[in-house]
């Protein structure tokens, strides 16, 4: 039942709110402003920053922001404002002189196919691990555990691919890795108040999808429940970063950050990013699509920048018009897989003060869950589609993009076995193709649309499917994505970050950069899908 007066239920939550604990970043630069080596790259170097990424020094506009640089930054600072001047000078030569290129971990490693596909995951473990970081000048954040990261361009971890990566630790039984990975985030929350998108600087404002909870909960099936209670600190605080404000909200000011309080009293979370700028590693593409598009550029740069916390960077659910990113609009949704995330965290600290035996803080939690269950069901819900999918609270009404967030619901058991049914329908009509399931039934050119498919997404949707009792639609997903990761690694030796699910005979296109092989998330949800033969 909902509490349909809003002021009832903001002082039953309101017993969270007192709780809260102060987010990392609010402004976005004041507090950071202390340490350089700790701010966003864009900040610590100005004019150089800006000559780099819009001259196009680099093809990839990562690859600067990843530098080390060779020397102090006030000693790049000054020798790059008095050597710009002079007759001759490079700026590439100058960067070359001054930084020193990200490191390739992979460059010595040689695929052989002659092994099985389990085999070669096994080997790449060691390739895809880093060790504990200590800070030393670069964009990167220090952790102080070693971890296993996707590969490919992306040298750092990232928040949301981790729970997939462990998937397939857990298969290998390396609980010690996914141990050190839980410590590593639960550092990361203790230091900045969230855990961001990635250890890197310049994602410092956003945080990802949260998974954290989940992490907890297989790290709990293999040492014990009280790992529970281990962890309840790290998880009440990464809560709090995605209630903060909720004291804040009233019917006049229904949104704060990434939270929305909505027609009937309930409250439910949106993506958000803290820093309406350009993002640093995408500098030159985002300043260019700002350009283009008539609105302010700061409200262009957060829905961005909040599409890019939801880790589907990009997809037609973010465009008002389905097609094109100049028509996104993020913060206008409430995702409805962040807000099925946000009721396993809540069901988490609920079993975890249960645990500790604070049965206050349990009930209160489970009051908090089943508030969320049921805002779900009333906005997230759409009888007629059929189908699970975002709500736009600024045109109050649900989103016409289905997309594979609609699973996320049957993953968490927050279906009827009706709904469940209906969507099962959809997902074998729409979404089932040739290697798996398509993030979405729509090509915009963006890798989070057809004709693409993503192993996390094949993990909800297989495993939401069994919950309900569609064990065969599951299988055959499964099996056509084994099939197809199988494929690509015997002709190519390589395990890449998505795939082309439609025609198998062609890679996996769209996003801002090349298709990337190693590759965490893959590697983890293939093997545990092994595991199970």
Excluded at 78 to 93: C, H, P, V
Excluded at 484 to 503: A, F, I, R, S
Aim: charged share 25%.
């Amino acid at each position: 039942m909902f509490i349909r007066n809003p002021l009832l239920l903001l002082a039953l939550l309101l017993a969270v709110a007192c709780r809260e604990a102060k987010p990392g970043d609010q402004s976005g630069t004041e507090e950071l402003k202390e340490n350089k080596a700790h701010l966003s790259p864009e900040e610590r170097y100005g004019d150089l920053f800006q000559a780099v990424q819009l001259g196009e020094v680099f093809p990839d506009s990562k690859t600067f922001v990843d530098c080390t640089p060779r020397y102090a930054t006030d000693e790049i600072i000054n020798r790059y404002e008095k050597e710009k001047q002079t007759s001759g000078f490079s700026l590439a030569r100058f960067v070359k002189d001054n930084f020193e290129l990200p490191v390739k971990y992979d460059s010595e490693f040689a695929s052989d196919t002659a092994r099985s596909v389990v085999d070669h995951i096994n080997a790449l473990w060691p390739i895809l691990t880093r060790q504990a970081d200590t800070l030393g000048g670069s964009t990167l954040l220090s952790l102080p555990k070693p971890y296993v990261v996707p590969g490919g361009r992306f040298g750092e971890i990232y928040y949301w691919d981790s729970y997939f990566t462990i998937l397939g630790l857990q298969a290998a039984g390396k609980i010690d890795m996914i141990e050190n990975m839980a410590d590593n985030f639960s550092s990361m929350i203790e230091r900045e108040g969230y855990i961001p998108n990635g250890n890197r600087t310049y994602f410092l404002g956003r945080s990802q999808a949260p998974f954290f909870s989940l992490m907890i909960k297989t790290l709990a099936e293999a040492k014990g429940e009280k790992i529970y209670i281990k962890y309840l600190p790290a998880l009440e605080k990464e809560y709090q970063f995605w209630m903060e404000g909720l004291s804040s909200l009233s019917v006049s000011q229904p949104t704060h950050r990434r939270l929305v309080l909505l027609g009937n009293g309930a409250i439910l979370n949106r993506y958000w990013d803290d820093r309406p700028l350009p993002r640093p590693e995408s500098y030159r593409e985002d300043v260019a699509l700002a350009k283009d598009i008539q609105r302010p550029a700061q409200d262009v740069y957060r829905d961005i920048r909040a599409a890019c916390e939801s880790g589907w960077d990009f997809s037609s659910r973010w465009f008002k018009d389905g097609q094109y990113l100049a028509s996104i609009h993020t913060t206008d949704l409430i995702p409805v897989d962040l807000n099925a995330l946000l009721f396993h965290l809540e069901s988490v600290l609920a079993k975890a003060y249960g645990l500790e035996g604070d049965t206050e803080q349990a009930t209160l939690y489970q009051q908090r869950g089943q508030q969320r269950f049921d805002a779900i069901q009333f906005y997230c819900w759409d009888n007629s589609q059929e189908f699970f999918v975002d709500y736009d609270h600024v045109q109050r009404k649900a989103s016409q993009k289905r997309c594979l967030a609609g699973m996320f619901p049957l993953y968490f058991g927050l279906s009827t076995q009706q709904q469940a049914d209906q969507v099962a329908q959809i997902i074998e009509k729409e979404f089932l193709q040739a290697g798996g399931v398509v993030t979405s039934s729509v090509e915009t050119g963006q890798q989070w649309d057809a004709p693409n498919g993503w192993a996390p997404l094949q993990w909800i949707t297989i495993q939401g499917l069994r919950n309900y009792n569609a064990v065969a639609l599951a299988d055959s997903i499964k099996t056509r994505w084994i099939n197809l990761n199988e494929k690509v690694y015997k002709q190519t030796g390589k395990l890449t970050e998505k795939y082309n699910v439609v025609d198998l005979s062609l890679p996996a296109g769209g996003g801002e950069y090349p298709l990337q092989d190693g590759f965490g998330w893959t590697n983890g949800v293939l093997l545990k899908l092994l595991s199970e033969d």
